[in-house]
């Protein structure tokens, strides 16, 4: 007799689970991964499956999403397990510094934040966590690397040049947002708004995972409080045009420019930090992603998925 494969019993349970929330009582729980000794559970995954996809997903689209939720657990837990290893602690005085620099950096306001938060479909609490998790990856980072990640005054001149006229105009932009948990469908979806087969709206009203209201606008966004992937995908667009699927912040996003303005201008100096930390993090992130690759690799991990 055949035996049915892990991944045909992991379809079969999403479906139990994510089909009938009422039953979900019922399912006996079961470990799907174990990582230097700590597990993971299915009820763990399933429950982090609903946070990255803002709602409780369809069959198909959970059995995609739990192999690249369970890595990102599983990099999670050894990130921590290190950092309990080096004795690695961060304060909350530490993550408040670290937003209120944040929010200096960017000349922001705390209602500034919040609406930029609000655009990239985060809480407060959740910036705190990722605050956090930064902290820790940039300690860790002092731990690792021998030669510091620098960013040198001809690289900012460089940025700087080339990017001089929205550096230094006060630009502010109207954008409609369509928010997916999957590549492919963000694929297909945007292959449709470009043959005209559904409208931006209906897209949002039927699809969407990101914020609603408004019916996915946010107006008056001012081009500072935007991330770097944000605006390399607004920078080329004209007004009423849309971008090519965007892999930000865990979930892929089709953005459409509504309504463009550029106000007084701003002195070079005033912005060169904030150049800095354009530069900076991409950098880091490269630098920590060969760190966690080395970690895994040192790592015991058992995927039952």
């Given at each position: 007799m055949n035996t049915p494969s892990v991944r045909v019993l992991?379809?079969?349970?999403?479906?139990?689970?994510?089909?009938?929330?009422?039953?979900?009582?019922?399912?006996?729980?079961?470990?799907?991964?174990?990582?230097?000794?700590?597990?993971?559970?299915?009820?763990?995954?399933?429950?982090?499956?609903?946070?990255?996809?803002?709602?409780?997903?369809?069959?198909?689209?959970?059995?995609?999403?739990?192999p690249q939720v369970l890595d990102s657990m599983i990099d999670n837990i050894i990130l921590r397990q290190e950092a309990e290893?080096?004795?690695?602690?961060?304060?909350?005085?530490?993550?408040?510094?670290?937003?209120?620099?944040?929010?200096?950096?960017?000349?922001?306001?705390?209602?500034?934040?919040?609406?930029?938060?609000?655009?990239?479909?985060?809480?407060?609490?959740?910036?705190?966590?990722?605050?956090?998790?930064?902290?820790?990856k940039h300690k860790m980072l002092g731990y690792m690397v021998r030669r510091k990640v620098v960013v040198t005054q001809e690289e900012i001149d460089t940025y700087m040049e080339r990017n001089r006229?929205?550096?230094t105009?006060?630009?502010?932009?109207?954008?409609?947002?369509?928010?997916?948990?999957?590549?492919?469908?963000?694929?297909?979806l945007w292959q449709s708004l470009q043959s005209g087969e559904v409208s931006f709206d209906e897209a949002v009203e039927r699809y969407s995972v990101g914020p609603k209201n408004d019916n996915g606008v946010m107006s008056g966004v001012r081009w500072r409080e935007l991330d770097e992937p944000w605006r390399e995908g607004l920078r080329d667009l004209n007004v009423g045009e849309i971008t090519k699927p965007l892999f930000i912040q865990d979930k892929w996003v089709i953005l459409k420019l509504i309504e463009r303005t550029d106000g007084a201008r701003q002195?070079?100096?005033?912005?060169?930090?904030?150049?800095r930390e354009a530069i900076l993090r991409p950098k880091l992130e490269?630098?920590?992603?060969?760190?966690m690759n080395g970690l895994r690799g040192k790592a015991i991990i058992q995927n039952k998925l």
């Open positions: 992991l379809t079969l349970f999403l479906f139990l689970v994510l089909a009938a929330p009422g039953h979900a009582a019922q399912v006996v729980d079961r470990i799907v991964a174990v990582v230097n000794g700590e597990i993971i559970t299915f009820q763990e995954l399933r429950q982090q499956i609903f946070l990255v996809a803002g709602q409780t997903p369809d069959q198909a689209t959970a059995e995609k999403l739990a290893r080096l004795k690695i602690e961060v304060s909350d005085s530490e993550v408040d510094n670290e937003i209120n620099q944040f929010k200096a950096r960017r000349r922001l306001s705390d209602e500034d934040l919040e609406r930029s938060l609000r655009l990239q479909g985060l809480t407060m609490e959740q910036f705190k966590k990722r605050s956090r998790e930064d902290i820790v006229s929205e550096l105009t006060e630009r502010v932009v109207g954008l409609q947002i369509i928010a997916l948990v999957d590549q492919e469908r963000a694929n297909f002195e070079e100096a005033a912005v060169e930090e904030e150049v490269e630098r920590f992603k060969e760190y």
